[in-house]
């Protein structure tokens, strides 16, 4: 399984950005795919997850901001960034599992992910 991040940049604050994730390797009608994004020397976060059924999940800091989706067809999944903040700025990886985990609060679990993107870095100024 490979799954390769772009989108990624500079931006100020209260722009947008999309960023993408071309996942590859795989075949499989049962999945669930996430967004989740770290700071140097801070636990990653699950952002948002996107299931096989188009469930979805979002950490409540970017709730009404953020918009999770998957183009199946592609095998692309995008995460759209509006309204961006300067506490957005992180290096975004997307992630994979062959399992549906649902959420009734809240972002992804990173343990629920056992494939990962190397990343992409968001920076938002002001």
């Known amino acids: 399984v490979q799954l390769m991040e772009s989108g990624g940049g500079s931006v100020q604050s209260g722009g947008s950005l999309r960023l993408s994730c071309a996942a590859s390797?795989?075949?499989?009608?049962?999945?669930?795919l996430g967004w989740f994004r770290q700071v140097p020397g801070k636990p990653r976060e699950g952002v948002a997850s996107?299931?096989?059924?188009?469930?979805?999940s979002y950490a409540d800091s970017v709730k009404g901001r953020f918009t999770i989706a998957h183009d199946n067809d592609k095998n692309l999944l995008y995460l759209q960034m509006n309204s961006l903040k300067l506490e957005d700025t992180a290096m975004y990886y997307c992630a994979a599992d062959f399992r549906v985990h649902r959420k009734r609060d809240g972002g992804p679990g990173e343990s629920d992910f056992s494939y990962w993107g190397q990343g992409t870095q968001v920076t938002v100024s002001s």
């Open positions: 996107i299931n096989s059924d188009g469930d979805t």
């Open positions: 390797g795989y075949k499989t009608p049962v999945y669930c």
